[in-house]
Nanobody, 116 residues
Framework: QVQLVESGGGLVQPGGSLRLSCAASGLIVGVYNMNWYRQTPGKERELVASITSTGSITNYANSVKGRFTISRDNAKNTVYLQMSSLKPEDTAVYYC?????????WGQGTQVTVSS
């Protein structure tokens, strides 16, 4: 059974930092394209960052470029999203996603709230 478990969300002040983790079981993150999405009420889920299965290519939404960094630790079977210079508009539920061909798995999400 595949499980993706996100952690690291919380309340942070504008300009602060958080690191989200996505611990995987039942699949090997090193052979999947791994993605972070976010969603706010009434809006579609937005792709924030992605890293290819080889780890050689990363992509970011324009809104987070230069502030967020996606990475993976194959030994820990975990993917991370380092978020810095956080803004109130980054407030959302953040979801981890693993994708390979027609296989698509999601975590349960972790809330990030940026507020003073």
């Amino acid at each position: 059974q595949v499980q993706l478990v996100e952690s690291g969300g919380g309340l942070v002040q504008p300009g602060g930092s958080l690191r989200l983790s996505c611990a995987a079981s039942g699949l090997i993150v090193g052979v999947y394209n791994m993605n972070w999405y976010r969603q706010t009420p009434g809006k579609e889920r937005e792709l924030v960052a992605s890293i290819t299965s080889t780890g050689s290519i990363t992509n970011y939404a324009n809104s987070v470029k230069g502030r967020f960094t996606i990475s993976r630790d194959n030994a820990k079977n975990t993917v991370y999203l380092q978020m810095s210079s956080l803004k109130p508009e980054d407030t959302a539920v953040y979801y981890c996603n693993a994708q390979k061909f027609s296989n698509n798995f999601w975590g349960q999400g972790t809330q990030v709230t940026v507020s003073s």
